[in-house]
């Protein structure tokens, strides 16, 4: 996430609320990395629902 979203630091509980720099375009090439990273493909209604760290983690323990 420090990454795709060019910043040093990352709140505790890093969300699109938090994070300025979490804005449409690197939610999408967070989507992208996280597909490649678990080697999983996520729904449209998945991605809308991720936003943030947390909901993320859920959705791949979906995956599984």
């Known amino acids: 996430?420090?990454?795709?979203?060019?910043v040093d630091h990352l709140p505790?509980?890093?969300s699109q609320?938090?994070?300025e720099q979490w804005d449409?375009?690197?939610?999408?090439n967070l989507i992208i990395e996280?597909?490649?990273e678990f080697n999983?493909?996520?729904e449209p209604e998945q991605i809308a629902q991720m936003k943030s760290l947390q909901e993320i983690?859920?959705?791949l323990?979906?995956?599984k």
Do not use: A, G, T, W
């Open 40 to 42: 999983v493909e996520f």
């Open 34 to 36: 996280l597909e490649m």
């Open 17 to 19: 609320n938090n994070v």
């Open 24 to 28: 449409s375009l690197r939610h999408l």
């Open 1 to 6: 996430m420090k990454r795709i979203f060019n």
């Open 57 to 59: 983690e859920e959705i």
């Open 61 to 63: 323990s979906l995956q």
């Open 12 to 14: 505790e509980n890093p």
